[in-house]
């Protein structure tokens, strides 16, 4: 039986790696997460592909506070491009194949169509640097490394966006959200599904892939969607990024271009709308 280690698996990708686990069946998963070894510490892996015959190694470990990059920058450094550097090598030298997830904020948000792989890159924030920094060192260590750039991650579990959204329209009768950043949702779940049949087809092919659910919306628009799904009656209120100033620089469109993930593995991505449902209908259970 193939094994399938996954990293950062206590985490909101992670763990819906876990939830796969039925699913995907034929595979055996072995699940990993800060507490279980440090993957900055390239002895520890290496002890874990050692006694493991792993295939492949699904990368979900990262730092992704945007904002508390910019203080700890160390921090984010060592699990975002320290430790994807190490896994890399040990994927290279035990034979493993490295998928290992980066971000829209690789980019400026100065364009105004999705972003294709083939666009050049250049981080507007700390974070988007590290991620960066990142897919080169994963790369460098193992050039048959497979990257896939996400955006605007949420899931029903972990923290994030919706789940925010979520409990502030129930305590509070308005909320301001910034309408002038646009992007594309991504339900972590589609997500997994979508690297798991890609390695169910039996296609891996190293390289820089996008992966997000359809659709390009601003931060408002999700915003009102979610209120309309939840029968919310607090008031959202669009307002500029200039009314809302964060440490780090947003970019202001992000947006990603999945053609290629597309074409290359025969994926079907749902609707943002659709994967949103979803995800609220799971968690209203």
């Not at 800060?34 to 990368?59: G, K, P, W, Y």
């Not at 296609?203 to 408002?220: A, D, L, M, Q, T």
Request: proline share 4%.
């Amino acid at each position: 039986m193939m094994s399938i280690l996954v990293t950062g698996a206590n985490g909101q990708l992670g763990r819906e790696f876990r939830d796969l686990r039925e699913k995907y069946s034929g595979y055996h998963f072995i699940y990993a997460s800060r507490e279980d070894v440090s993957i900055a510490d390239e002895a520890a892996v290496e002890d874990l592909f050692q006694n493991n015959v792993i295939s492949f190694c699904i990368n979900c470990a990262a730092y992704t506070a945007v904002d508390k990059a910019e203080a700890e920058q160390d921090i984010a450094l060592q699990v975002n491009e320290t430790s994807v550097a190490v896994l890399a090598r040990v994927c290279k030298k035990y034979n493993a194949r490295l998928i290992h997830f980066s971000t829209d904020y690789v980019f400026d948000g100065e364009g105004d169509r999705p972003y294709t792989e083939k666009d050049k890159t250049h981080p507007v924030n700390f974070y988007g640097e590290t991620k960066l920094a990142g897919e080169k060192a994963a790369l460098e260590g193992d050039p048959q490394t497979m990257i896939i750039r996400t955006s605007w991650v949420y899931s029903m579990h972990g923290k994030n966006f919706v789940k925010t959204m979520m409990r502030l329209m129930c305590e509070k009768e308005s909320i301001a959200v910034v309408s002038d950043q646009v992007g594309s949702p991504t339900n972590a779940a589609d997500l997994a599904d979508a690297v798991m049949t890609i390695i169910s087809k039996g296609k891996f092919s190293p390289g820089i892939y996008h992966y997000c659910n359809e659709g390009v919306i601003s931060w408002f628009e999700f915003a009102q969607k979610i209120k309309t799904l939840i029968d919310s009656k607090c008031i959202v209120n669009a307002i500029p990024t200039e009314a809302y100033p964060t440490p780090a620089k947003r970019p202001h469109y992000s947006a990603l271009d999945t053609s290629k993930i597309k074409q290359q593995f025969g994926i079907v991505i749902p609707a943002w709308e659709k994967s949103l449902e979803r995800c609220i209908s799971m968690m209203l259970l």
